[in-house]
């Protein structure tokens, strides 16, 4: 098992993928609009770090990997160093930030609806920058009430 292949989903969320069983205080996974998940690498690769074509291919690995559908990237290459990307997806978002001096990244993944996984993208991320590293924070985004019946898949308009 690789590091990066024990980031886990947060302890609440039950699922086929997830070993951790429910924890009382958490929503249901019907009780809930999406999942989010905070990413700190550590120790990465500087190179990749600064690479803004690698990153674009990397966040459109980890939008897959993660069941979601990929709307829009836009990146952004600093000087003299340092990435800032972002994935617009049907179900929410990807960003990442990075700075190659310090060997640092800065990931955000927000994933509406149950269909998805953004810890998966997360594993994705940490393996592609080769992360010595991490703190992953996740939690469950809880469904207002005003929403609570409504269809909740994300539907494409028609172009």
């Known amino acids: 098992m690789t590091q990066a ?16 069983s429910s924890s009382p205080q958490s ?8 999942k989010h998940c905070i990413l700190e ?14 990153l674009r291919n990397a966040i459109t690995s980890a939008a897959k990997r993660a069941g979601a559908t990929l709307l ?9 160093q340092g990435v800032t990307g972002l994935a617009l997806l049907a179900e929410s978002h990807i960003s990442i930030h990075t700075w190659p001096e310090s060997g640092y990244a800065a ?7 149950d269909h998805t996984m953004p810890e998966r993208a997360c594993i994705v991320l940490s393996e592609e920058l080769d992360a010595g590293s991490y703190k992953l924070k996740s939690f469950r985004r809880e469904t207002p009430s005003s ?9 494409l308009a028609a172009a």
Not at 5 to 20: I, Q
Not at 47 to 54: C, P, Y
Not at 72 to 80: G, M
Not at 107 to 113: K, L, M, P, R, S
Request: charged share 20%; hydrophobic share 35%; with cysteine.
């Open 72 to 80: 829009n990237l836009i990146t952004h290459r600093f000087d003299p």
């Open 41 to 54: 690498l550590y120790n990465c690769d500087p190179a990749k770090l600064d690479d803004e074509a690698f």
């Open 147 to 155: 929403v609570a019946g409504a269809d909740r898949q994300p539907v």
């Open 5 to 20: 292949a024990c980031l886990h989903p947060n302890p609440g969320w039950t699922g086929a993928e997830s070993p951790f």
């Open 27 to 34: 929503p249901s996974a019907t009780d809930m609009v999406g």
């Open 107 to 113: 990931v955000d993944v927000f994933t509406c609806g």
